[in-house]
């Protein structure tokens, strides 16, 4: 009896003396060489600019697909920088269209604040934008923003 106790006893003594910590494993890909690589990183918001994300995927409908590949950064006046992407869309996997897209990003700080093209459209403005562009949209922005400030 004395045997199980100091058994317990042993067993509750060990598991509340241990740490337990989590680890923050963050998913990347680095587009230049189209490799995807995890790495332990210890702070969520900051952004590696040399593996930052350099290419937007959006659904537009049913089987149809954007992606939307950075090809030039261009700082235009204060705060406002236009990038100039690749666009190919894709109707169920198959690449149908090719463009090039200008968006302009104005960023303050590190903060961005709105994102149009040349019809002034706001697209972090839900009523403006599907939900899926304005996340995209939102993501790039802000890891344009961090790096560029």
Same mark, same amino acid.
Request: net charge negative.
């Given at each position: 009896?004395?045997?199980?106790?100091?058994?317990?006893?042993?067993?509750?003594?060990?598991?509340?003396?241990?740490?337990?910590? =989590?680890?923050? !494993? /963050?998913?990347? +890909? @680095?587009?230049?060489?189209? *490799?995807?690589?995890?790495?332990?990183?210890?702070?969520? &918001?900051?952004?590696?600019?040399?593996?930052?994300?350099?290419?937007?995927?959006?659904?537009?409908?049913?089987?149809?697909?954007?992606?939307? =590949?950075?090809? !030039? /950064?261009?700082? +235009? @006046?204060?705060?406002?920088? *236009?990038?100039?992407?690749?666009?190919?869309?894709?109707? &169920?996997?198959?690449?149908?269209?090719?463009?090039?897209?200008?968006?302009?990003?104005?960023?303050?700080?590190?903060?961005?604040?709105?994102?149009?093209?040349?019809?002034?459209?706001?697209?972090?403005?839900?009523?403006?934008?599907?939900?899926?562009?304005?996340?995209?949209?939102?993501?790039?922005?802000?890891?344009?923003?961090?790096?560029?400030?």
């Amino acid at each position: 009896m004395i045997r199980i106790i100091l058994i317990i006893y042993s067993s509750l003594f060990f598991l509340t003396s241990c740490k337990f910590e =989590k680890a923050n !494993n /963050i998913s990347y +890909i @680095k587009t230049g060489d189209n *490799k995807s690589y995890t790495e332990n990183q210890t702070e969520v &918001n900051s952004v590696d600019c040399e593996t930052r994300l350099k290419e937007m995927i959006m659904s537009c409908g049913s089987g149809c697909a954007l992606s939307l =590949k950075e090809k !030039n /950064i261009e700082l +235009i @006046k204060k705060d406002t920088y *236009k990038v100039v992407f690749s666009q190919e869309m894709y109707i &169920n996997e198959q690449k149908s269209d090719e463009d090039i897209l200008e968006y302009y990003f104005l960023c303050k700080g590190k903060i961005i604040e709105k994102i149009y093209d040349n019809e002034t459209a706001n697209y972090l403005d839900e009523n403006q934008s599907v939900p899926t562009q304005k996340m995209s949209f939102e993501k790039y922005g802000k890891n344009l923003c961090n790096c560029v400030n």
